[in-house]
């Protein structure tokens, strides 16, 4: 079974300042990893993907993630945020099968303060 | 547009009382899911369908029910026999050319009274 860790509930940081959001997940066969954002009382929209090829990922809103194999992680980081970063953030993780199925960390609440 | 459509978006409901959650999606996926979720817990897999007429239970499957009937329509019943269920509860749908990438409606809070 694969399972996804997000040790950090809160994260606040100050405008303009960079940010690394932290993911972990284990899993016994190959996954394909994700990072999603949810504003209030809204849905999730995906920031990026890893399928395979280049670890280093790159997605909406100037954010970024890198696939860590041995570390098992797939952190995700942008070097300068903004007051509209603030968000709950979601790592999740889904075997390549055919039920597509999301397995979802429990979440980080981003807080950008001016 | 297309998107995935659910409603109502708030929804009350008496201790004891059956309650329909409505999940609608016109991106011509075959993949349709429910989602629940609480603070601090992030969101967990109540039912997922891949074709028509057929569906298979998530990880917190009891006291919820669903029909898949038409491709556009992915309905979830929460019943009485759920003991917690106040809660967001998203939907979400994929296509096989998507890669495993879910597009999520907006969530219907259901609060029980």
């Known amino acids: 079974a694969q399972s996804v860790t997000q040790l950090d509930s809160q994260v606040p940081v100050f405008e303009e300042a960079p940010v690394e959001l932290r993911c972990n997940y284990s899993?016994?066969?190959?996954?394909?990893l994700f990072w999603y954002v949810q504003y209030p009382n809204q849905g999730l929209q995906l920031l990026l993907k890893?399928?395979?090829?280049?670890?280093l990922v790159k997605g909406i809103n100037g954010f970024e993630a890198e696939f860590n194999k041995s570390q098992t992680s797939f952190h995700l980081r942008k070097p300068s945020v903004h007051i509209s970063d603030t968000a709950e953030y979601f790592c999740?993780?889904?075997?390549?099968?055919?039920?597509?199925?999301?397995?979802f960390g429990s979440g980080t609440r981003l807080l950008v303060r001016p | 547009d297309g998107g995935i459509t659910q409603s109502p978006k708030y929804l009350f409901r008496k201790e004891g009382q059956n309650v329909t959650l409505s999940c609608e999606q016109n991106?011509?996926?075959?993949?349709m899911y429910w989602y629940r979720q609480d603070p601090g817990q992030g969101l967990r897999l109540i039912y997922y369908?891949?074709?028509?007429?057929?569906?298979q239970k998530g990880d917190i499957a009891e006291g919820y029910s669903v029909s898949r009937e038409k491709k556009e329509s992915f309905p979830l019943t929460v019943t009485s026999a759920q003991k917690n269920p106040t809660a967001f509860y998203l939907c979400?749908?994929?296509?096989?050319?998507?890669?495993?990438?879910?597009?999520f409606g907006e969530g219907s809070r259901l609060t029980v009274l």
């Open positions: 999740a993780v889904s075997v390549p099968d055919s039920s597509y199925k999301l397995i």
């Open positions: 991106l011509n996926h075959d993949a």
């Open positions: 890893y399928l395979s090829g280049s670890t």
């Open positions: 979400a749908s994929t296509g096989q050319a998507n890669t495993g990438e879910l597009f």
């Open positions: 369908s891949q074709i028509v007429n057929d569906f």
């Open positions: 899993s016994s066969v190959s996954v394909y």
